[in-house]
């Protein structure tokens, strides 16, 4: 990597749901957007921070380019590689920036086989360069509050456990089952694409995993429970709006986002805004989260993957 103040970035999946929210991370940071890919060209949003970043369509046209930059060293050089691509590529695309010495800064889940990130460990090694999750619900202020009033419970009592509650339902169309992210062999299925980081949170907090039930596997929903190390999760996550409760259909919301511990309902719906500009300050000084900090929640929606279903038994979600 270059030593330049201004980092170089290069950003792939620039037409995403995600992908404005890495523009405005870099730009907030100071850094520069030197190309972006994505074979959709509906990429006008870049005007609104970095007009002058080449765009590509092709990755192999997109790859030239990078290489290029790389082989004229100095400040041209690519320093990072932000990935907002489709989740069954992120692998790819992390070997990618690796192999031209660049940092990866990828979106959750990095990989869907918990067994990629050995290889990846490999990569990072040879190439000197490394891998950064993005784990933004782990700088939320009122998660971080959770935390710390968490572990100064378990100073006085190492053997507390928490009952937990996890409800997110995030209503999606027809489109998203014609979409990747309604296929699981690209997504990984409802628990990998939208519950990942809830989970990661919850096991940051309350520690690992030691029993893992799936009570429904469905395209739209999954639910089950997990034993953590310090808590007892039912869980419970959809894309189907049947599922809203009234509270949120009675304001005409589409999400609904709740999780109770012991009773108690923790706010954390506002405080989203800035929270990938805050991932990109941390890793840019180095405290981000790296490659193995992602295993104990890929090894968990891996398994969730592959488990037989149980039915509606013992510890079950009150929405089943």
């Not at 709006?241 to 999780?259: C, N, V, W």
Request: net charge negative.
């Amino acid at each position: 990597m270059t030593d330049q103040t201004q980092k170089n970035f290069a950003l792939i999946g620039a037409a995403g749901y995600v992908a404005p929210r890495h523009m405005r991370a870099i730009a907030d940071t100071g850094n520069r957007l030197a190309a972006a890919l994505d074979p959709n060209d509906s990429v006008g949003v870049i005007d609104s921070y970095f007009p002058e970043a080449a765009f590509f369509t092709e990755f192999e046209r997109f790859d030239r380019h990078a290489e290029k930059l790389r082989r004229k060293g100095g400040e041209a050089a690519i320093d990072y590689v932000s990935i907002c691509s489709p989740n069954y590529l992120h692998d790819a695309h992390m070997r990618f920036a690796l192999r031209i010495g660049a940092d990866a800064i990828c979106e959750k889940p990095l990989v869907l086989n918990p067994w990629n990130l050995d290889a990846l460990a490999e990569l990072q090694a040879e190439n000197g360069a490394r891998v950064w999750n993005i784990l933004q619900l782990r700088l939320h202020p009122s998660i971080i509050a959770l935390k710390e009033k968490v572990a100064a419970e378990l100073a006085e009592n190492p053997d507390k456990m928490y009952d937990i509650d996890l409800t997110y339902l995030t209503s999606r169309g027809r489109w998203y089952f014609v979409s990747w992210k309604g296929d699981q062999e690209k997504s990984g299925g409802i628990a990998t694409n939208i519950g990942i980081h809830f989970f990661d949170m919850l096991m940051w907090i309350f520690g690992p995993v030691k029993t893992n039930i799936v009570h429904k596997s469905e395209p739209d929903t999954a639910a089950g429970y997990f034993d953590l190390a310090h808590a007892r999760v039912r869980w419970f996550l959809s894309v189907n709006a049947d599922y809203l409760p009234k509270e949120a259909t009675s304001k005409g919301m589409r999400t609904f986002r709740s999780i109770q511990v012991d009773g108690e309902e923790i706010e954390f719906s506002s405080g989203f805004t800035d929270l990938h500009t805050l991932s990109y300050q941390e890793v840019l000084a180095g405290r981000g989260f790296l490659l193995e900090e992602a295993r104990p929640s890929l090894e968990t929606v891996y398994t969730i993957r592959n488990a037989e279903v149980a039915g509606k038994t013992g510890e079950h979600h009150p929405f089943l």
